[in-house]
């Protein structure tokens, strides 16, 4: 198993300003995903991040906008930029065990005024 | 989009009762997991249904698998108050790397 802690776990920010999020993981893994759940949604895959490469993202999410970055095999952190309401949303990350199973972080609320 | 359709979006029975809700889902798969998400939290992996496999057991859940309607179900029996919470399938796609769809999820309220 993985265990998964996320900073903050929770925020409110005001539109235009970035919010940065954290992910860590207590092992090693090669690859890391992002999440956004919309209120009342199901995930949406944002990216995946993989360590000393650039994150793939998912149609409809841009780097300018989600900026992530890996700096090693156990840390991972997604920028939301220039916020609106509609980026309104828990955003989560997670491991995955070679297609068995995911571990989750707890989730980030963001709130956007 | 790929995201698989669960239902039904909402369900709400007694202590004691059985749910049960359904996924589909489009493309090929490798397997399929069923999660669990409280309050909004992470979500928690219950089981895991290979696609060569057709039904599966853990405790007092149970799954079945059908790909030629690209279906599954998940059933929770003598369901307890602890069990509220939403449900979702992932499907964990064949081709590239391991890729997670989600389904739309079941909210399920069990009441005491």
């Known amino acids: 198993s993985a265990v998964i802690s996320q900073k903050p776990s929770r925020d409110i920010c005001q539109r235009g300003t970035s919010l940065t999020i954290q992910c860590q993981v207590d092992?090693?893994?090669?690859?890391m995903f992002w999440y956004r759940q919309q209120p009342g949604q199901s995930l949406t895959l944002i990216a995946t991040a993989n360590q000393g490469s650039e994150a793939t993202y998912e149609s409809g999410f841009v780097i300018d906008k989600f900026p992530i970055s890996r700096p090693n095999l156990t840390f991972s952190t997604l920028t939301v930029s220039n916020m609106s309401p509609e980026d309104s949303s828990i955003y989560l990350c997670?491991?995955?065990?070679?297609?068995?199973?995911?571990?989750f972080g707890p989730g980030t609320r963001l709130t956007v005024l | 989009s790929q995201q698989g359709e669960e239902d039904p979006q909402a369900l709400s029975i007694q202590e004691g009762e059985n749910a049960t809700m359904n996924c589909s889902y489009k493309t090929s798969i490798n397997n399929l997991q069923w999660y669990r998400q409280n309050s909004g939290r992470g979500l928690v992996h219950l089981i895991l249904i290979r696609s060569n496999e057709r039904e599966k057991h853990s405790g007092r859940l149970r799954v079945t698998l059908d790909t030629s309607k690209k279906s599954s179900s998940l059933l929770i029996t003598a369901s307890r108050a602890a069990d509220t919470a939403s449900y979702f399938c992932?499907?964990?796609?064949?081709?590239?790397?391991?890729?997670?769809?989600f389904g739309t999820g079941t909210r399920l309220k069990v009441l005491a």
């Open positions: 092992s090693q893994v090669t690859m």
């Open positions: 997670s491991v995955d065990r070679q297609g068995n199973e995911q571990f």
């Open positions: 992932a499907t964990v796609l064949t081709s590239g790397t391991y890729k997670y769809i």
